[in-house]
C-alpha cells in the first residue's frame, strides 16, 4: 500500500486517504450485503465505533503525509509504532494493566523512534516524521478500539465499513479545496494501494477482534521488511545509520515484548 501511495506522485494527501478507504468501503459493503448481515449496531457501540473512526483517519493522513516525505523504511517503522501503543490505550479501553516490563520495553521502543525522528530543528524531515509516529500514535488508538468492539461482539466488517465511510466523508472538504485531477497511471496506482489497504485493513481487523494485542503485534513488523526492501529497489531508499540503529531498537522491542507476553500468559495458564 505504502509503495502504491508514493507512485501516485504529487496529489493531496487526503486525496490519497479518500481512495484507499472507499475501496475499502466497498469491499466491506460487498461483504455484508452478500451475507445477508445488515447495518444494524448496538448504540452502546456507537461511541467506540465514531472513536476508532476518527483516530484511524488521523493515522492514515500522518502515515501517508510520511510515506510522501520520508524514505519508505522510516514511514513504515514509524507507522508500526501502532502496536505499542495499542497496549497503552488497551490499559484505556480494556483496563488491561500494564507491568513495570512492558514499560521499560515501550520506552525502548520510543527511543528507537527517535532515532528515526531525529529531533532538531535543523532537521528538515522532522515535520513528516512527527507527523508519521502521530500516525503511529492513532493508529494504535484505532487498534485498541477495534480489540474493544470486538470484545463488544461487534462484526468486523462492519467496523471497517463505518471506518472506511466516516473516513471517506473526513475527506471530502480537504479534496474540495484542494483537488488535483489523477493521471490514468495515478489512478491506477491509487485503485492498488486500495486494494493493498482494504486486504491489511480486513486482517488486522480480524487480527484485533480476536487476538489480544500483545500476542499478535509482533508479526505486524514483518511490514518493515517488505517496505525497506521496495523503498530500495523501487525508489531507491537508502537509510541512514540513525534510522538504521531505530530500525533495530524497535523490533528487538517488539520481539522482547512478544516472548514476555507469551511467557507470561503461559505462566498464568498454567
Not at 507512485?7 to 466497498?26: H, V
Amino acid at each position: 500500500m505504502s509503495t502504491f501511495v508514493r507512485l501516485s506522485g504529487d496529489l493531496p494527501t487526503a486525496e490519497k486517504g479518500f481512495f484507499r478507504n472507499f475501496i475499502a468501503f466497498i469491499f466491506a459493503l460487498i461483504i455484508l450485503l452478500k451475507n445477508r448481515e445488515g447495518f444494524s449496531f448496538k448504540r452502546s457501540n456507537l461511541p467506540l465505533l465514531i472513536g476508532r473512526a476518527l483516530a484511524g483517519t488521523i493515522g492514515i493522513l500522518g502515515n501517508f503525509y510520511a510515506v510522501d516525505h520520508l524514505a519508505l523504511g522510516d514511514a513504515s517503522i514509524l507507522n508500526k509504532m501502532s502496536p505499542f501503543f495499542a497496549i497503552v490505550f488497551s490499559l484505556i479501553f480494556l483496563k488491561e494493566r500494564l507491568t513495570v516490563p512492558q514499560v521499560a520495553i515501550l520506552a525502548g521502543a520510543f527511543v528507537g523512534a527517535m532515532f528515526v525522528v531525529k529531533p532538531s530543528f535543523h532537521n528538515a524531515e522532522l515535520f513528516p516524521s512527527l507527523c508519521g509516529l502521530c500516525g503511529g500514535i492513532a493508529a494504535g488508538a484505532a487498534y485498541s478500539m477495534v480489540r474493544a468492539l470486538g470484545r463488544r461482539g461487534e462484526r468486523g466488517s462492519f467496523i471497517v465499513l463505518f471506518f472506511s465511510g466516516f473516513s471517506c466523508l473526513a475527506m471530502i472538504p480537504f479534496m474540495i479545496f484542494d483537488f488535483k485531477l489523477p493521471s490514468l497511471l495515478q489512478l491506477l496506482t491509487l485503485i492498488l494501494a486500495g486494494l493493498a489497504a482494504a486486504g491489511g485493513q480486513f486482517s488486522i481487523t480480524a487480527a484485533y477482534t480476536f487476538a489480544p494485542a500483545r500476542e499478535i503485534s509482533i508479526y505486524d513488523y514483518s511490514q518493515i521488511i517488505f517496505a525497506s526492501m521496495l523503498g530500495l529497489f523501487v525508489f531507491g531508499d537508502i537509510p541512514d545509520i540513525f534510522s538504521v540503529i531505530g530500525y533495530v531498537t524497535i523490533v528487538v522491542m517488539a520481539f522482547v515484548m512478544f516472548v514476555y507476553n507469551k511467557n507470561r500468559t503461559d505462566t498464568l495458564r498454567s
